[in-house]
């Protein structure tokens, strides 16, 4: 692909999100963690790829059962942080596609500071490979 039609994608996708999330009735903005630096959850012993986060709670694939209304210590993982995050994690449900939706129970204001954190962080990355385009 060329330049512009790298770039023509990413706008199509950042309009996509932007407006998923406009019509997104949450409290919390959400955003899709990147390949390059994934957020990860650790639940039950196992470590999880982040699919999207919020302040409110998140989303993923584990390959393995989960049964709504469980609730379980869980840790989250962000990228060029030294200690990971822990919340109590309480499963709403587990689609057809075998995603899991979950939210956070009772997050301590540090934790929600650096989730939100975390997202600032995250739309600017978005809004500014959009602005400027891929890094060759």
Known sequence: ??????????????????????????EFPRVF????????????GQI???????GGGLSF?????FYPGWIHPG??????REKPLAVNILIIEMDSRNMVRVRFEEPDSAFLDAIGS????RQ?????????????
């Open 75 to 80: 840790r989250i993982i962000l990228p060029d």
């Open 1 to 26: 692909m060329v330049f512009e039609e790298i770039n023509a994608a990413r706008r199509a996708e950042l309009d996509r999100l932007l407006a998923e999330n406009e019509l997104d009735r949450r």
């Open 118 to 121: 975390y997202v600032r962080q």
């Open 33 to 44: 963690p990147s390949a390059q630096n994934p957020v990860r959850l650790e639940l039950e």
């Open 48 to 54: 999880y790829a982040v699919r999207d986060l919020s």
């Open 61 to 65: 694939f584990p390959g393995t059962l």
């Open 124 to 136: 600017k990355e978005l809004l500014d490979m959009t602005v400027s385009g891929p890094a060759f």
